[in-house]
């Protein structure tokens, strides 16, 4: 709902691509034409948290909206250029989060969310589609599977989940008194 309600295309795509790529908000803002590969379906995340670099999917509908974007403007480098002609800068940082009030605000949504907040339901979704989480750990670029697990939390389908297969663990037991 987040994304369909950003009033401004430009952030509306921005939010799109950091929910449907798990990206932090500088890692959104930087990147460039040259880190997507419409080839492989892959984004190449630059000097991301420590410095490290990685590889991460792009659907086909955030490519589509990214291609889209980039004609609106053409900046030679990146994808989300500031404001102003000749900018070298991506977007302020400070706007998107100002864009992100905006929209909560919309939305009657009183809840301290963040551009951040939406790489965190990027994971909890993930994890509900039956996604593992070490996969999960290489997506988000995380060092330690502890700080993956940071980012789920135990939502209404995956509590339903996991008394379905308790359920099924206990079911598949031979007990001796249920036989006589």
Known sequence: MLISMTKQKR?????????????RLGEGLSLTVHDIDQHTMQVHIRDGKG???????????????LRAHWLTHRHPRLIFPGKGCNTD??????GVQKAMKLVLKDCGI??????????????????????DLRSLQIL???ASLNTT??????????????ALAINRLADALTLMWETV
């Open 11 to 23: 952030y509306q795509i921005f939010f799109l691509t950091l929910y449907t790529m798990g990206l």
């Open 140 to 142: 988000l670029g995380h």
């Open 89 to 94: 800068n991506p977007m302020d940082r400070g």
């Open 51 to 65: 410095g490290k670099d990685r590889l991460v999917p792009v659907p086909q509908r955030t490519l589509n909206a």
């Open 149 to 162: 697990a940071r980012y789920t939390r135990m939502t209404q389908i995956k509590q339903r989940d996991a």
């Open 110 to 131: 009183n809840k301290p969310i963040s551009p951040h907040s939406l790489r965190h339901c990027f994971a909890t979704h993930l994890l509900e589609q039956g996604l």
